[in-house]
């Protein structure tokens, strides 16, 4: 069983839909990132949370440190949306620890 | 605009060759950089930590005298392939927290590595 699971594997949405991306981990860990991955492969980083939530524009990540659970949701989902969602957990408590775990991501299309 | 480059985009070379990968920060000094491998439709794993100035640190079962990094400067690593066959080609991807902001990951554009 992999330490980072997420679900679901694949997603296709029509645009304009609410959009939601689960993580669960199984490890204790000090951050939890999420990034997005389009075909070229380049990747970006969208958040890194410890608690709580963030939003950014469209996205907004939450985090559950308890229930070691994360999502990550799109509201009004547009095709340029359309990519790899990742994601990634640092383990261990010491900073400067950046060794990240990735979760198999998330193929998100958007069907205009 | 980028902050992390890498160099080449995608390279194809015969099976027996070695291949240099550079990895870049722009506009910030990197102490560390990550190294990764990513299969088709497969997560990203880590390969490897590079340390300026110091041995680079290998995760369990890569083979550190086949992916040589070298951590030369603090904006410079560079990963290389040596004598590199078919199963090695894959996206290989570099990665750089930004000093004192090391929750801020930079990742590079990215390598296609194409074996023939």
């Known amino acids: 069983k992999n330490e980072v699971e997420q679900s679901p594997q694949n997603l296709t949405a029509q645009e304009g839909e609410f959009i939601t991306i689960n993580c669960s981990y199984s490890v204790g860990i000090s951050a939890l990132h999420w990034l997005q991955q389009h075909p070229g492969g380049g990747i970006v980083s969208l958040f890194m949370l410890s608690s709580g939530k963030k939003k950014h524009g469209r996205l907004i990540a939450t985090i559950n440190i308890q229930e070691k659970h994360s999502s990550l949701h799109i509201t009004a989902s547009h095709p340029r949306d359309s990519a790899v969602y990742i994601c990634a957990v640092r383990r261990g408590s010491n900073f400067g620890n950046e060794k990240l775990t990735f979760g198999t991501g998330t193929r998100l299309t958007i069907i205009p | 605009g980028a902050v992390v480059s890498q160099h080449p985009s995608r390279v194809i070379c015969k099976s027996g060759t070695s291949v240099k990968i550079e990895c870049r920060s722009l506009?910030?000094?990197?102490?560390?950089m990550f190294w990764y491998r990513q299969f088709p439709k497969q997560s990203l794993m880590l390969m490897a930590t590079s340390n300026e100035g110091s041995k680079a640190t290998y995760e369990q079962g890569v083979e550190k005298d086949k992916f040589l990094i070298n951590h030369a400067s603090l904006t410079l690593s560079t990963l290389t392939v040596t004598s590199a066959h078919p199963e090695d080609s894959s996206f290989y991807i570099c990665?750089?927290?930004?000093?004192?902001?090391?929750?801020?990951?930079?990742f590079g554009p990215g390598t296609r590595l194409t074996v023939l």
């Open positions: 506009d910030f000094q990197a102490t560390t």
């Open positions: 990665s750089a927290p930004r000093p004192l902001a090391t929750d801020t990951q930079y």
